[in-house]
């Protein structure tokens, strides 16, 4: 289940994530506290831990997540504009999972924005003059015309 979804401000990347008041239904937080620890597995499998913090005093309680949060952006290489979206699942113990995934805008097909996972595009860090990206494009340009991957044919694009 979606708990929200969110555009990455300069705040976000350079500071702490800013979290949606409405999500905080989604988190238990000890009564009388003002954080709780979370484990986030990301599309890898890759488990992050992060703290999710709230005002002590004001109107509102103004959720963040903090500890954790800049290693992760660090990591994935994330930027301005990227978009997360943050979900928990719940095992069959009644555990929940919380999951991250971060997508980017990569280009314009056929007047359709893509986005690309963050973890499929090469490591930001690295020489690479572009991003090479794994399509995975369903896109019905008419009724009996489709482009893209099927399970016979598996495209690599490298966009420069």
């Not at 990347?13 to 988190?27: D, R």
């Not at 005002?55 to 963040?64: C, D, M, N």
């Amino acid at each position: 289940m979606e708990i929200f979804t969110k555009l990455l401000t300069k705040s976000d990347i350079e500071s702490k994530l800013a979290v949606p008041t409405t999500a905080l239904q989604y988190f238990s937080i000890p009564e009388g506290g003002h954080c709780t620890d979370l484990m986030v597995t990301d599309s890898t499998g890759q488990g992050w831990p992060f703290r999710l913090y709230i005002r002590a005093s004001g109107r509102y309680p103004k959720p963040l997540l903090t500890t954790g949060w800049l290693q992760f952006v660090r990591t994935k290489g994330l930027q301005v504009g990227d978009k997360v979206i943050f979900s928990k699942e719940e095992e069959k113990t009644g555990r929940k999972q919380y999951k991250i995934e971060v997508k980017r805008h990569t280009f314009v097909l056929f007047g359709k924005h893509i986005q690309a996972e963050v973890d499929q595009l090469v490591d930001p860090k690295s020489d690479t003059k572009g991003y090479q990206l794994e399509c995975d494009l369903s896109l019905r340009l008419s009724q009996n015309t489709k482009v893209g991957c099927s399970k016979v044919y598996e495209t690599k694009a490298l966009f420069i």
